[in-house]
């Protein structure tokens, strides 16, 4: 599944998967095939951080 290019749907999407499944961006990305620095970039330019301790976008 592509992700979403969106920002917010993209954040929406994101941050249910840490939630529900993945323990780090990392490993999201990791199963996923996509890049965490790619996902980190659309997000900031929405205003939006990575917080590795919450593991959610905020």
């Not at 840490?18 to 790619?38: G, N, W």
Request: glycine share 2%; hydrophobic share 40%; proline share 5%.
């Amino acid at each position: 599944m592509a992700l979403p290019s969106d920002p917010f749907m993209l954040l929406s999407y994101v941050n249910t998967q840490l939630r529900d499944k993945y323990p780090s961006l990392e490993a999201m990305c990791d199963d996923m095939d996509e890049s965490a620095s790619d996902i980190k970039e659309k997000l900031k330019l929405a205003g939006f951080e990575y917080d590795e301790a919450l593991n959610k976008f905020c």
